[in-house]
């Protein structure tokens, strides 16, 4: 069994925190945009900011960690994504003054396609890819009816 250092969580925490900070800046400042200019629009350019900051920084981490087994490399997107989500939740209920009640179907999206950015990211970086395939449904069976 892999020990937990295999997963250099330094490395882990050092682009986590850079991927959320750089990205964290991008989405004030296209949102502090669209304010200033009036075009709700630019708000998206945050968004892909900040999507393209995860998947750089994810990428970086994985690359680091190519032995990682695939249970590894879930638990490696869980603990990002949880930690996402909970320092997301910290601003908006605490620096914001805003409820969980806020959150909009774009949100709900936006954290869709960070999870699907980092398992791309594990999935791009791995020696081993798990094989995807349907079953065989032409194979005859032992009781002689397929």
């Known amino acids: 069994m892999p020990s937990f250092d295999n997963m250099r969580p330094w490395r882990f925490l050092l682009c986590f925190t850079l991927s959320y900070m750089f990205g964290i800046t991008a989405v004030y400042f296209f949102v502090f945009s669209a304010r200033y200019l009036q075009q709700g629009r630019v708000i998206f350019g945050g968004i892909i900011a900040g999507m393209a900051l995860a998947l750089?920084?994810?990428w970086l981490y994985f690359r680091g960690v190519r032995h990682l087994s695939w249970r590894q490399r879930v638990e490696a997107v869980a603990v990002w994504f949880g930690l996402t989500l909970l320092i997301d939740m910290a601003l908006l209920i605490f620096v914001h003054g805003r409820s969980l009640a806020d959150l909009s179907f774009l949100s709900v999206?936006?954290?869709?396609?960070?999870?699907?950015?980092?398992?791309l990211a594990?999935?791009?970086t791995a020696h081993e890819h798990p094989l995807f395939s349907p079953p065989d449904l032409l194979m005859k069976s032992d009781d002689g009816q397929g």
Do not use: D, H, M, Q
């Open 56 to 58: 750089l920084f994810s």
């Open 109 to 119: 999206l936006t954290y869709a396609l960070e999870i699907s950015i980092l398992f």
């Open 122 to 124: 594990a999935y791009i």
